[in-house]
């Protein structure tokens, strides 16, 4: 079905979208009987636990499982050789890769382990302590090795290697030699010697971010049901219930159709909910019982062994002519992949330079192994890390330059027309509307005045992504509409959806029901990722009000007795051509029996056009500079939407990326001890924000449609988190004068900064 | 293992018995054995609030108190909060002003939040940071979350 986007484009008369209805699923979760997947209970049900690595990185001699097989109540114990065989094949899982091998060695290791609190062996017996008691009674003999934990260290030519071999893949060959290195790519656009030699001036330094977790509260869980039919049953709590499906299918040696994927409600995911943990240990301890077995991490396992994302090592460098245009830049990005290979310095390399309209740029990209849990996602993953740097530089160029930095930024803004350094040609983008609202709001027209107070700015960028999603709808008698999607719903999906499906039909969102379905109830469907969920399961649901619209055009065309081409259709109300007879949507939904039986409407996408996302943050700090802690006076964020269907969660979705940025900026930090032990894996240690440690979240959206939406949708949950941390540092910088380099930007890290200034007298 | 120890509690209003393990903390009570899963676990040891009630309406981590400690209190959980008349005020602002996202911290912060509404009619912003600090929520910012509470106490003193 050809979608007219040009007709939507531009329209402000909408009656659904834009508004502010309560989310459908709102009722469920504020009176405690919406159901996670730790809330499962089933007859006869088995709790699993995990036998995990107490060492960064070994070798394992052997294990012991007789002692916990003996335990009273304990009904199964697996290791990797109940885990089938698997050959290297690069499996897709929508925001990131596997190799299908490593991603069995990540589940149960495969005689080594690659860090602390890797899964060795897994229990079920009849109740969680009988299984944690097995656990502890599981003798694991390991030989230690020596462990890497910096990119800078596993990069070293005689640095102990993670996986004996693995080889390098540069500029897209194999090298064949044996390196922590898995990948170096590079992008290059212009001449980036010639820019530099044309400079005024040339700004370079090199960072440090910290490796950071993506803090959901819901820890990862999941409960496998291996039929007597071999059919497989696992309820989870997943961003994509068929990227569960196809990783957990590879994993068992099943054929997909085997297993069936039921999501659950998802409290929280951000990027580290797409790999599956745990959905095939706990299908296995199932085949092996012939019962359900239900597996939840506790905190300690979520820190060690889910997610986190990669911290990173990134030497930035950038050049300016006389006339304030940027005319170079250059960026190696070195990332940490963590266990197994894959991490998140190609995305950051899109993004890094992205805001700017740059002629001449050279970006190495490296991803490394290292001995920590394997990286994830994480809202935006791997452009945080990159704008800190990108963005620290700019802030340099403009002080030196003597011009505002907002200024400055619309100077050199990336537009209409500008070329990526990895390729692309930015279609419509409201990076310069995002530059001019911030310029113009009240949050920057106020002076800020204060000792020791600073005010900082930074941009950011994120490409989103299209990817596949499917929906069905069918119209109820009574005129309301039941919507069958697959689109796992963290945070109001579920009605940004729906609303453009009533907006198609003329209906209110509270008369669409939406449901978000399992493997077996709706078409593939790609996971909530990539800022793609309302502009692309948006997308399918707008294809299916515009099926349901035809087939209704031919019944009222039946029920008149004319031409379905005599019918139109316009705000809910069919009409024939010439005005003489009209019938409402809801009338004609209740004469769907005399008319030809029940209407449905279904739809299948895989966009093409989808809009990459800019933002802007301003933000107003006080450093305390006797202790070093940085307090968040102000804080704005400006970001281009597109098309804010559902405003209220767009809003949300900025505040949250801010809030996560701040604490990326100022706290958060996974802390291993030399030995390469994890020392912080609780959420008193890891220190997330409280809403003691955060002003109000002012928010400033910006609509530029994305031409290649019907209702110019862009996306919006990941790029908010892009620029707080910098602009956190350009701010401490305009406070108190340091440079801050290194992620996070904790009170000691400050004071440190200050006493160096000072001459490293201990004083600030 | 010791055996089972019977308890009698009040729990949303109803008298409720059961028996426990010693070594059961009242967020797995509450979740295995009443089937009130409204309660979270989001960290068990204290730090993330997800499994707040109250018990003699003070707010507690539900995790860091032990089954057989219920004996004899009154215990609200979100399952509570709620009447036959309808949502909780504070529940319907958390629906009007959209301050949840994923929802799991959501039943922690209301009965957090309910806590203090009961004991202060008219808390500041301030005050209800630092009461409901906490209560952690990765989604939302908090935001939402207080101004939710500010209107749920507004509207609660009219």
């Known amino acids: ?764 | 293992m010791p055996g089972k120890v019977h308890v009698t509690t009040t729990i949303n209003g109803e008298s409720v018995e059961f028996l426990c393990e010693p070594r059961q903390t009242i967020l797995e009570v509450l979740r295995d054995q009443l089937d009130l899963t409204g309660t979270k676990e989001g960290c068990s040891n204290g730090n993330c609030g997800a499994c707040s009630i109250l018990v003699n309406g003070e707010v507690i981590d539900s995790c860091l108190m032990m089954g057989v400690e219920a004996e004899g209190q009154e215990l609200l959980t979100i399952e509570g909060v709620a009447s036959t008349d309808g949502l909780h005020p504070l529940q319907q602002k958390f629906l009007e002003h959209a301050a949840l996202q994923c929802g799991i911290c959501t039943p922690g912060f209301i009965v957090a939040a309910k806590a203090l509404l009961d004991q202060e009619s008219n808390p500041s912003e301030e005050r209800i940071r630092l009461y409901l600090a906490g209560n952690l929520c990765r989604c939302t910012g908090y935001d939402k979350i207080v101004r939710a509470v500010q209107d749920a106490a507004s509207e609660m003193a009219e």
């Open chain 1, 1 to 764: 079905m050809a979608t007219k986007t040009e007709d939507y484009l531009g329209i402000t008369d909408y009656k659904v979208i834009g508004t502010r209805p309560i989310r459908h699923d709102g009722v469920d979760k504020v009176v405690g009987r919406a159901r996670y997947g730790a809330d499962i209970d089933m007859a006869g049900m088995l709790h699993g636990a995990v036998v995990r690595s107490p060492h960064a990185h070994a070798r394992i001699k052997s294990i012991d499982t007789s002692k916990a097989e003996a335990l009273s109540g304990v009904k199964a114990v697996i290791t990797v050789e109940d885990l089938p065989l698997q050959e290297d094949k690069i499996e897709d899982l929508g925001e990131g890769a596997a190799n299908l091998r490593h991603l069995r060695a990540n589940v149960l290791a495969d005689g080594k382990v690659l860090y602390h609190g890797h899964a060795v062996a897994a229990v079920a017996a009849t109740d969680i302590h009988t299984a944690q008691e097995a656990v502890d009674l599981i003798d694991v003999e390991y030989e230690v090795l020596q462990p890497v934990l910096t990119v800078q260290e596993a990069m070293e030519e005689d640095a102990p290697l993670l996986l004996e071999d693995q080889t390098t893949e540069s500029l897209g060959e194999d090298t064949g030699e044996k390196s922590n290195v898995c990948t170096h790519f590079r992008h290059e656009l212009g001449d980036v010697e010639k820019g530099f030699a044309e400079a005024e001036f040339v700004i370079e330094r090199e960072f440090d971010t910290a490796t950071v977790h993506q803090g959901y509260i819901e820890p990862q869980n999941a409960t496998a049901l291996w039929g007597a039919d071999d059919q497989i049953t696992v309820w989870c709590s997943t961003q994509g219930a068929f990227t569960v499906r196809e990783q957990t299918a590879q994993i068992l040696d099943v054929p997909v159709s085997q297993v069936k994927v039921v999501p659950m409600e998802i409290g929280g995911g951000f990027g580290g909910k797409i790999r599956i943990y745990l959905e095939p240990l706990a299908a296995i301890l199932s085949r092996q019982t012939g019962r359900p077995v239900k597996m939840v991490m506790s905190r300690t396992e979520v820190l060690q062994a889910t997610g986190p994302t990669a911290g990173s090592f990134i030497k930035c460098k950038m050049g300016v002519d006389k006339a304030g245009k940027l005319v170079a830049a250059y960026a190696y990005m070195a990332y940490e992949s963590g266990g197994f290979p894959g991490s998140w310095a190609a995305p950051g390399a899109m993004c890094i330079f992205a805001p700017y309209n740059i002629p001449n740029v050279l970006i190495d990209g490296y991803e490394v192994l290292v001995n920590k849990p394997q990286t994830m996602a994480y809202r935006a993953p791997g452009a945080t890390n990159a704008a800190f740097a990108s963005e620290t530089i700019i802030d340099e160029i403009c002080e030196q330059l003597v011009v505002d930095p907002l200024e400055f930024r619309l100077n050199n803004s990336a537009r209409e027309g500008t070329r990526r350094a990895d390729g692309p040609v930015f279609p419509r983008i409201g990076n310069e509307e995002c530059v001019k609202t911030a310029l113009s709001s009240e949050h920057y027209a106020t002076q800020l005045s204060g000792k020791n107070r600073g005010r900082g700015i930074a941009s950011g960028f994120w490409f989103n992504v299209g990817l596949k999603s499917s929906a069905a709808a069918s119209v109820n008698s009574d005129g309301t509409v039941s919507l069958v999607e697959g689109s796992t719903d963290i945070g109001g999906t579920r009605t940004s959806i729906a609303m453009q499906l009533a907006e198609v039909l003329g209906i209110r969102a509270e008369d669409v029901k939406p449901q978000v379905a399992d493997t077996d109830s709706i078409g593939e469907t790609d996971v909530t990722g990539g800022s793609r969920t309302t502009f692309a399961t948006g997308w399918a649901a707008y294809q299916c009000a515009l099926d349901i619209k035809e087939q209704l055009i031919e019944r009222a065309a039946k029920l008149w007795e004319i031409s379905a081409d005599d019918v139109v259709f316009d705000d809910g109300t069919f009409s024939s051509s010439d005005s003489s007879k009209t019938i409402s949507f809801k009338e004609l939904a209740g004469m769907l029996d005399e008319t030809g039986g029940p209407v449905m409407g279904r739809a299948t996408v895989n966009p093409s056009g989808v809009g990459g996302a800019f933002a802007v943050m301003v933000v107003d700090i006080e450093v305390d500079t006797e202790t070093g802690k940085v307090e968040i006076l102000r804080v704005s964020m400006i970001q281009d939407a597109g098309k804010a269907v559902y405003p209220s969660y767009v809003e949300g979705q900025m505040q949250g990326g801010v809030a996560q940025g701040i604490g990326w900026a100022l706290n958060e930090e996974y802390a291993y001890n030399g030995d390469g032990l994890l020392a912080n894996a609780s959420l008193l240690d890891y220190r997330m924000p409280t809403c003691l440690d955060l002003p109000m979240i002012e928010t400033h959206i910006v609509e530029v449609p994305n031409p290649g939406h019907p209702y110019g949708v862009r996306g919006v949950g990941e790029v908010p988190i892009v620029p707080p941390a910098a602009a956190v540092a350009n701010a401490i910088y305009d406070a108190v004068g340091v440079r801050m380099t290194n992620l996070p930007m904790s009170p000691g890290e400050v004071l440190k900064a200050l006493w160096t200034k000072n001459g490293g007298n201990g004083t600030a």
